[in-house]
């Protein structure tokens, strides 16, 4: 069984950066792209940006883009989203995910097969 383990949320300031984390114990990682996702209280989880395997290729939700980085580490088995200049409405719970189709950058949470536990970020003004 895949495990994701999210780290690196907390309370900031508007303005001000934080890195989340997500490390896995799978021993195939690098094969799989890996998305991050939010969750608004009271509200479906939204794409945020993803990462191919090989972590040339990432992509952005427009709300993100300029502001926040995907990156990776397959040596570590680990994958980042750097979080600058971070707004109030960029409050949510984040989460991790593993896509094992191999059928490219997903923004649907549908398409994703492993999940981690979430991490909270909150941003105050």
């Known amino acids: 069984q895949v495990q994701l383990v999210e780290s690196g949320g907390g309370l900031v300031q508007a303005g001000g950066s934080l890195r989340l984390s997500c490390a896995t114990s799978?021993?195939?990682?690098?094969?799989?792209?890996v998305g991050w996702f939010r969750q608004f209280r009271g509200r479906e989880r939204e794409f945020v940006a993803a990462i191919s395997g090989s972590g040339h290729i990432t992509y952005y939700a427009d709300s993100v883009k300029g502001r926040f980085t995907i990156s990776r580490d397959n040596a570590k088995n680990t994958v980042y989203l750097q979080m600058n200049s971070l707004k109030p409405e960029d409050t949510a719970v984040y989460y991790c995910?593993?896509?094992?189709?191999?059928?490219?950058?997903?923004?649907?949470?549908?398409?994703?097969?492993?999940w981690g536990q979430g991490a909270q970020v909150t941003v105050s003004s």
């Open positions: 995910a593993e896509d094992r189709s191999g059928l490219g950058l997903q923004v649907s949470e549908h398409e994703y097969d492993y």
């Open positions: 799978g021993r195939t990682f690098s094969s799989y792209a």
